[in-house]
T-cell receptor, first 110, second 113 residues
């Protein structure tokens, strides 16, 4: 069974903090990796794709570790508006069937 | 900014009834998807659709489910003979060729009584 595992949290951090989430995946053939953000009772929205070389978008940095089969998301200088659930998404390595993790909840407080 | 729309936003139905969930994808997108999210659980892929046919489907997408693109704009998910466990949020998503980003609609919350 192909699994995507995330620590559900919640991660409760003050504004300005740096916080990191990991996500492990079981399918070594997976090729595409993403982080999505989901606000309460809303639809998922793509935050960023995760590339082998790592990638950065403003305060957000994503990394892929194929050897250990995990991806990470680092958020610097947390804002109140970063409070959400962060979903890890991994493809199945063959045809594109995405597997979502259950998400990590982040709460940023003043 | 163009967006995916879904109707209805909420649907309540009796067990055993059929429901049709509707989606209008972004107009120049070619790939369409349905997902569901049971309350408190993870988002689950149901089906992908391209060139007027199903390209992939998950184990969840059994004979109870069907999809259709009846015209140039709508993309529908039909659930026949609904069960209590079909209660969930159903998200439609669309994607353009060559792009990684899937744009999700706001979802339809289905409650089966």
């Amino acid at each position: 069974r192909k699994e995507v595992e995330q620590d559900p949290g919640p991660f409760n951090v003050p504004e300005g903090a740096t916080v990191a989430f990991n996500c492990t995946y079981s399918n070594s053939a997976s090729q595409s990796f993403f982080w999505y953000r989901q606000d309460c009772r809303k639809e998922p929205k793509l935050l960023m794709s995760v590339y082998s070389s790592g990638n950065e978008d403003g305060r957000f940095t994503a990394q892929l570790n194929r050897a250990s089969q995990y991806i990470s998301l680092l958020i610097r200088d947390s804002k109140l508006s970063d409070s959400a659930t962060y979903l890890c998404v991994v493809d199945d390595g063959g045809s594109y069937i995405p597997t979502f993790g259950r998400g990590t909840s982040l709460i940023v407080h003043p | 900014e163009p967006e995916v729309t879904q109707t209805p936003s909420h649907q309540v139905t009796q067990m055993g009834q059929e429901v049709i969930l509707r989606c209008v994808p972004i107009s120049n997108h070619l790939y369409f998807y349905w997902y569901r999210q049971i309350l408190g659980q993870k988002v689950e892929f149901l089906v992908s659709f391209y060139n007027n046919e199903i390209s992939e489907k998950s184990e969840i997408f059994d004979d109870q489910f069907s999809v259709e693109r009846p015209d140039g704009s709508n993309f529908t998910l039909k659930i026949r003979s609904t069960k209590l466990e079909d209660s969930a949020m159903y998200f439609c998503a669309s994607q353009s060729r060559g792009q990684e980003t899937q744009y999700f609609g706001p979802g339809t919350r289905l409650l089966v009584l």
